[in-house]
Nanobody, 121 residues
Framework: LQLVESGGGLAQPGGSLRLSCAAS????????IGWFRQAPGKEREGVSC????????NYADSVKGRFTISKDNAKNTVYLQMDSLKPDDTAIYYC???????????????WGQGTQVTVSS
């Protein structure tokens, strides 16, 4: 179950980025997807998730009200819109098949290379 992340980059504090998570070889219609991030020297943490139907979403407290997760089944892609970015959001962001609303990676999922997000002035 391969997912490819993209859309990271450098943003200023208060700025925005939109990450994409594209599925290859399977359809997202049947899987919940989670976004996770890992900052230097820190453990990987769950950021957000969306159910297979797209009806259920959940967010870590640290990003609630600033990040929005969505999915486009026609494009087989999940998005993470990140607004009001803070330097603490700097991390490598990963997407993976997960549970939702509990933001936990599925045992059968595989981690990709992620996409780097850097928030700095």
């Amino acid at each position: 179950l391969q997912l490819v992340e993209s859309g990271g980059g450098l943003a200023q504090p208060g700025g925005s980025l939109r990450l994409s998570c594209a599925a290859s070889g399977f359809t997202l219609d049947y899987y919940a997807i989670g976004w996770f991030r890992q900052a230097p020297g820190k453990e990987r943490e769950g950021v957000s998730c969306i159910s297979s139907s797209g009806v259920i979403t959940n967010y870590a407290d640290s990003v609630k009200g600033r990040f929005t997760i969505s999915k486009d089944n026609a494009k087989n892609t999940v998005y993470l819109q990140m607004d009001s970015l803070k330097p603490d959001d700097t991390a490598i962001y990963y997407c993976i098949v997960s549970s939702c609303p509990q933001i936990e990676s599925a045992e059968f999922g595989s981690w990709g290379q992620g996409t780097q997000v850097t928030v700095s002035s």
